[in-house]
């Protein structure tokens, strides 16, 4: 299982990206394919080169791992011995680690910017054979650890100081202590990990390289085949009849594969269960929240808190049916524009706009942020636009050592602009951990990274709507930051409850058929949705195209951290640098506390139901000004 936890240092957006920048909106309308990733200009692209220059550099490294992590064998029964000791396996197996995040980095980024290319795929698999290895080798660690009492690490860390980095991963094991297992035990969980993850790999490959896509066509007639990136341009089109055409075809293969889909969702809710059953946990939920510090609690407060109060939500359907003269809108219509913009940006553009927009943040500091973010920005660190293969949606990756590396999918639109925000924010978070924290706590968990990355957007967006020009632009980022709302804040508190519903489901020995699993997340996007809103056999199936379910309670902190970030910028629009500064220290913080204590250090308690009920009334309040707007309009339109 050691492996596994790779992911949770890759940060993806979950809303689809749209694919061609401006720059190759030619190409596209002459060649219908999304481009190859050899007519992507080189400065849009990694440099991959800066991490390895030639594979056999990266083999040599391979290489050492393997002759290295050998050596941690020799610790076994002794780890214990004297604080010397331990320091020294400690620091062994961070050497091996590190080298070989720095392995997985590379090759696991270079596989994801052409998912085609077996050669990457094949290195990503030799890194996570050798950290299967790597784990037997090491299994006997955290038994030995815990096999006494606390006290003689305590003793171990007055004897060496720099042993206590390590104090609160030596208090956490002894917290988990009851979920523990035999060497032998533990050996055959890390083995496990081969076959547990096969579901989640069989996915990606599934749908990076075996769908067959339909084509639908444009507003002017252009027939265009669909990809999983065109559809964030397309569900904004003006036309419905363009975006019913092209959400029908986005769904072809998914609904053509829907019973394998089935098979490998439930191989994958059963490989969650499996180990919550095997370390003794009362559920899979709690396997995965506890290792965090996170209560159940927590997260069944959030689907609560959101379902007590959906009428914001069943209010927002019902605005956008009015004014766009239907009497229920279908879902290819929740993203349709009420204020329409038809500005495209440019890559350049939307790097201007946001290191304007946050400038007070980056600006702190003597300007050590702004300083990063041009790094990011001028050194081949962010692959912008999509081309054949690459993997749709977008990510921030890091590992110790190395600076991060943003993956997009960038075609001009606003929403582009936001997500580029976001994982900058999360680049931020990487950046301050690693430089003010030492190697034991610079990660953090996905519960604070998305409070980061979502902040940052939410600056954005209220530097775009105090410098708005006019109405017009004015509701069309209310619309964007509303629907912001519904799809980070509702969509993934309602993706949640279905993750949770249905690991409930095969806990209980619901079989997850491809029947329960449509019925069940339909009838919970209706719930969700209200009267308003008219679910299409095409949405029903929509679990099968989300591939967070596969990250083992994921999406839950999209949501939650919505609401945090909310505050956090709230206290930014109010107390101006003292609240900028306390955001700073909280990006710093790594893992140094359990994460709704950090979150407290940038100004947001989620221990209370405040930062849920900002949310509500923060949407109700931008569907007042947007209906003052939409109104006015519709009076001058009359009078002309």
């Given at each position: ?15 689809c ?6 720059d190759?909106?030619e ?5 219908t ?13 990694w ?6 220059a ?30 010397e ?24 980024n ?30 006997y660690?955290?038994?030995?650890l815990?096999?006494?009492?606390y ?33 032998k ?17 069989a ?11 339909p ?7 252009n ?44 191989g ?65 219509d ?22 304007e ?11 050590e ?47 582009d ?27 953090y ?7 980061a ?5 939410a ?40 993750e949770?519903?249905?690991h409930?489901?095969?806990?209980n ?28 056999e ?34 930014v ?14 990006l ?20 209370t139901?405040?930062p ?29």
């Amino acid at each position: 299982m050691y492996f596994r936890l790779l992911i949770f240092y890759i940060f993806i957006v979950m809303a689809c990206n749209t694919n061609e920048s401006p720059d190759n909106t030619e190409v596209a309308s002459k060649n219908t394919a999304v481009p190859l990733r050899s007519e992507i200009d080189d400065k849009y692209k990694w440099d991959m080169s800066a991490i390895y220059a030639t594979e056999e550099a990266w083999e040599a490294d391979l290489n050492y791992v393997k002759e290295l992590y050998p050596g941690l064998a020799d610790f076994k029964g002794k780890l214990l011995s004297s604080p010397e000791v331990l320091l020294e396996a400690i620091e062994l197996r961070n050497k091996v680690n590190q080298t070989l995040w720095k392995l997985y980095h590379y090759a696991s980024n270079s596989s994801n910017a052409d998912v085609r290319n077996e050669k990457f795929q094949e290195m990503v698999q030799r890194v996570i054979n050798t950290s299967v290895n790597i784990g037997e080798t090491t299994a006997y660690f955290t038994p030995e650890l815990i096999e006494g009492d606390y006290s003689t690490l305590e003793d171990f860390m007055s004897q060496n100081e720099y042993l206590r980095t390590y104090e609160k991963q030596f208090k956490d094991l002894f917290i988990s202590k009851p979920h523990i297992l035999s060497e032998k035990e533990e050996r055959l969980l890390t083995m496990a990990g081969k076959i547990t993850g096969v579901a989640n790999d069989a996915y990606d490959i599934m749908r990076a390289t075996d769908f067959v896509w339909p084509t639908f066509e444009d507003e002017n007639g252009n027939k265009l085949t669909m990809s999983q990136g065109r559809y964030g341009k397309y569900t904004k089109s003006t036309d419905r009849r363009v975006r019913e055409d092209m959400y029908e075809a986005l769904y072809v293969p998914f609904k053509g594969n829907i019973n394998t889909m089935s098979v490998l969702m439930k191989g994958n809710v059963e490989g969650h269960i499996f180990y919550a059953d095997a370390r003794g946990y009362e559920s899979s939920l709690e396997a995965k929240l506890k290792g965090d510090g996170i209560s159940t609690d927590v997260y069944k407060n959030l689907v609560n808190s959101v379902n007590d109060n959906l009428q914001p939500l069943h209010r927002w359907a019902e605005m956008k049916a009015k004014y766009l003269g239907v009497e229920k809108i279908k879902p290819f219509d929740t993203y349709a524009p009420l204020a329409d913009s038809t500005i495209v940006y440019t890559y350049e553009e939307a790097q201007e706009m946001i290191l304007e927009a946050l400038d007070p943040l980056l600006s702190s500091n003597e300007g050590e942020l702004r300083d990063f973010t041009e790094k990011m920005y001028n050194e081949n660190l962010i692959d912008v636009f999509e081309s054949q293969g690459k993997q749709s949606g977008a990510y921030m990756s890091s590992t110790w050592g190395l600076p991060p590396r943003i993956k997009l999918n960038f075609s001009g639109t606003l929403d582009d602009i936001f997500t580029l925000a976001h994982e900058l924010g999360h680049a931020y978070h990487s950046y301050l951990s690693q430089k003010n924290q030492p190697y034991a706590t610079y990660r953090y968990t996905t519960f604070n990274a998305e409070a980061a990355a979502i902040a940052t957007e939410a600056l954005l967006m209220d530097h775009l709507l105090a410098n708005a020009k006019n109405d017009d632009e004015k509701a069309f980022l209310i619309q964007n930051y509303i629907q912001s709302i519904g799809s980070t804040y509702y969509r993934q508190t309602r993706f949640a409850e279905f993750e949770l519903l249905i690991h409930e489901a095969a806990e209980n020995g619901q079989i997850l058929t491809e029947d329960f699993l449509t019925e069940s997340f339909g009838e919970m996007y209706s719930r969700y949705w209200g009267p308003y809103m008219e679910i299409t056999e095409e949405e029903a199936y929509s679990w099968s195209r989300i591939p967070h379910f596969y990250y083992n309670y994921y999406v839950y902190t999209y949501a939650t951290s919505f609401a945090a970030a909310e505050k956090i910028a709230e206290n930014v629009r109010n107390e101006g640098q003292p609240a900028i500064d306390d955001f700073i220290a909280y990006l710093s913080t790594g893992s140094q506390d359990y994460p709704v204590e950090l979150l407290k250090i940038a100004g947001a308690d989620m221990t209370t139901s405040e930062p849920f009920e900002a949310v509500s009334r923060k949407m109700n309040f931008l569907m007042d000004e947007l209906e003052k707007i939409l109104e006015v309009k519709s009076l001058k339109d009359v009078e002309l």
